[in-house]
């Protein structure tokens, strides 16, 4: 029997699970390998759990999606984050460093009718993952590697290293050398393919921090090349703004 | 015996007529880069540079000299050592699986406007990578028969050491041409390497060079000697790499590292990799692949457990002391040829001719 395959959504744009979707080429042999038996966004038939693989998509951020992440776990032999916001808790997680009743107060018309959680957390702050996926979105190609590795039976091929190698591997001119653009590149985690520097664009850091990052020495860098403290906590401050605040501006001993 | 070329317009063509694909330096992104030159007039005419730790940036010249410009973001390594290349597949059968080894049609290169330092630097990948018993047979066919013609250099960078590691600024040998050329006049003198050099050189337009015009060429290659930007001596480097591995500096480095990696794969000599194994949906078909790796990769020493080197400090110290000391070891020279691309391309500057030098005070402060 084909291994079952299940897709959840928590607090997300949906962005990551049309990456499954935007597979293209492989979706048919993917519809082959295994039983898509949960996934919302492509079809209301659902076949019940367990299931093989759950991709989580998505934060928790209501009280009730920190209760169900629970059943999700229960009924799945593995269980996979895609993207910043299951990973790490998505640019919703801005929240987490303001008052969250204020905002709810002045977004919506009826705030008695929305319930929720005064921070966006990962997943992984409810239950175990047995692996994170990065990126903002996820990188099609890193997903059909998880897939295709749980399939075999093998572990995951997917690097730790910042940016700067798969930036130096596909060739591009350093944004930050050759043109003085910001770029958080050298303490990003690869994935993305380094699409914004082969575009000339700095690296916005949607994959979150890379292994032992030292965001202390680049921001000392983004300093003499005159960004003053708020714009550089703008930086990180974004898809991945828990993960990034969560390392130490000290050097990594 | 020395000759004069006006231009290099007739030797382009001349390279492409005999079956080569033509490298050399062109302006891309606001960079001189190495790609495929269509035609001579790809090159950087009237370009030049301005480097310093951490910083690249192209400048306009008074003058249309090709090759007025020193090292750029990629040495020639990507184009004989790739960042990426398959190495074989996989196919499972009725009862294992048969594997294909990958053989690639490699490509006829002439590299144009090789620098001394760079062409140092293609001799110590062909001792490390073709030198004994461990070949790497994708190096070994793309590295056969490139045609090489050097630019001897009379524009060193800020960056630039050459002279310290002595492999510049002019090269005696290890090419098939080797130009030297007077900046804005068009003209280049040309020495000659091998037969193939002179073959190619008797295709296209040139003249014997005068007794005057061959001192010049000579001696602006010496006064470029006088101009390097750095220095790092290398007497004593070995045992300084050997005796240092204690010191603080190496804390005082790890405070500014990114561990991005950069520095080594800007590095003409670098030479690291790994290989990954992937396999499709089916389970049908696998793929063996190797790609660059770094010294800075926490990846790069997991062993059993993990990491061997967490530490910046550590894969630091590794990656310096190897290059400059037990390199000397393993393949009988130093692994750093001064291009200076360590240091121009290190996002925060880390000039290793400066920690060399902190390590030195540092040493003989406790020796004393």
């Not at chain 2, 269509?38 to 005419?45: K, Q």
């Not at chain 2, 000697?225 to 390097?228: D, H, K, L, N, S």
């Given at each position: 029997m084909a291994p079952k395959l299940a897709v959840w959504k928590f607090a997300s744009c949906d962005g990551c699970q049309l990456t499954l979707l935007d597979c293209e080429d492989e979706l048919l042999t993917l519809a082959g390998e295994v039983?898509?038996?949960?996934?919302l966004e492509a079809s209301s038939a659902v076949t019940e759990g367990p299931y093989d693989v759950s991709l989580v998509e998505g934060s928790i951020s209501t009280p009730a999606d920190a209760e169900r992440i629970k059943e999700v776990r229960r009924i799945s032999r593995r269980l996979v984050t895609i993207g910043a916001c299951a990973t790490a808790g998505g640019i919703q997680a801005l929240r987490n460093f303001a008052d969250v009743e204020e905002y709810r107060s002045v977004v919506y018309a009826r705030p008695e009718y929305v319930a929720t959680l005064a921070e966006s957390t990962p997943i992984s702050a409810h239950v175990p993952v047995d692996f994170e996926l990065r990126g903002c979105p996820i990188d099609r190609g890193q997903l059909l590697e998880v897939l295709s590795a749980y399939l075999a039976g093998r572990r995951p091929g997917i690097p730790n290293h910042p940016v700067c190698f798969e930036c130096k591997m596909r060739g591009n001119v350093c944004v930050m050398v050759a043109h003085g653009t910001p770029c958080l590149g050298p303490v990003t985690h690869t994935g993305c393919g380094a699409i914004c520097p082969a575009y000339g664009r700095g690296c916005y850091g949607c994959f979150g921090p890379s292994a032992r990052p030292n965001t202390g020495s680049l921001k000392t860098w983004l300093g003499d090349i005159g960004l003053a403290r708020p714009e550089m906590d703008r930086m990180f401050a974004t898809f991945n703004v828990t993960a990034f605040t969560e390392v130490p501006d000290d050097p990594p001993a | 015996m020395a000759w004069i070329l006006d231009g290099v317009a007739g030797l382009h063509a001349a390279l492409v007529e005999a079956g080569y694909t033509v490298i050399g330096p062109t302006v891309r992104d606001r960079a001189i880069v190495l790609a495929e030159l269509?035609?001579?007039?790809?090159?950087?005419?009237g370009w030049g540079v301005t480097l310093e730790p951490g910083g690249y940036r192209i400048r306009r010249r008074a003058d249309s000299a090709a090759f007025a410009h020193s090292a750029g973001p990629q040495s020639w390594k990507p184009f004989l050592h790739r960042p990426r290349a398959k190495l074989w597949d996989a196919r499972r059968t009725d009862d294992g699986f048969e594997v294909a080894e990958t053989r690639e049609e490699a490509p006829r290169y002439a590299f144009l406007g090789v620098r001394p330092c760079d062409l140092r630097a293609i001799g110590i990948l062909d001792r490390v990578l073709t030198g004994d018993r461990y070949r790497d047979d994708a190096y070994a066919a793309r590295r056969d028969g490139v045609f090489i013609i050097v630019v001897n250099c009379t524009e060193p960078g800020e960056t630039c050491f050459c002279v310290s590691m002595g492999t510049g600024p002019g090269a005696d040998s290890g090419y098939d041409l080797a130009l030297t050329e007077f900046a804005g006049e068009g003209r280049f003198l040309v020495d000659v390497g091998t037969e193939a050099g002179a073959d190619l050189l008797a295709r296209i337009e040139h003249r014997p060079a005068d007794p005057v015009t061959e001192t010049r060429a000579r001696a602006e290659v010496d006064a470029a000697?006088?101009?390097?930007g750095r220095e790092m001596p290398a007497e004593g480097l070995r045992e300084l790499m050997a005796g240092s591995l204690e010191a603080a500096r190496w804390d005082d480095v790890a405070g500014r590292c990114?561990?991005?990696?950069n520095c080594t794969m800007v590095c003409p000599t670098c030479f690291c990799t790994t290989v990954e194994d992937v396999t499709d949906l089916t389970g049908e078909h696998a793929e063996r692949w190797q790609r660059w790796d770094s010294?800075?990769?926490?990846?790069?020493?997991?062993l059993q457990g993990g990491s061997v080197r967490t530490s910046t400090k550590s894969r630091y110290r590794q990656w310096l002391t190897h290059k400059l000391g037990t390199w000397h070891d393993q393949f009988?020279?130093?692994?750093?040829?001064?291009?200076g691309r360590c240091i121009v391309w290190c996002p925060v500057g880390i000039d290793l001719t400066e920690e060399v030098a902190a390590l030195r005070r540092e040493g003989e402060k406790s020796d004393g």
């Open positions: 039983e898509i038996a949960h996934f | 269509e035609s001579a007039d790809d090159l950087p005419y000697a006088g101009r390097m990114l561990t991005c990696g010294c800075f990769d926490l990846d790069f020493s997991h009988g020279s130093s692994g750093c040829v001064g291009c």
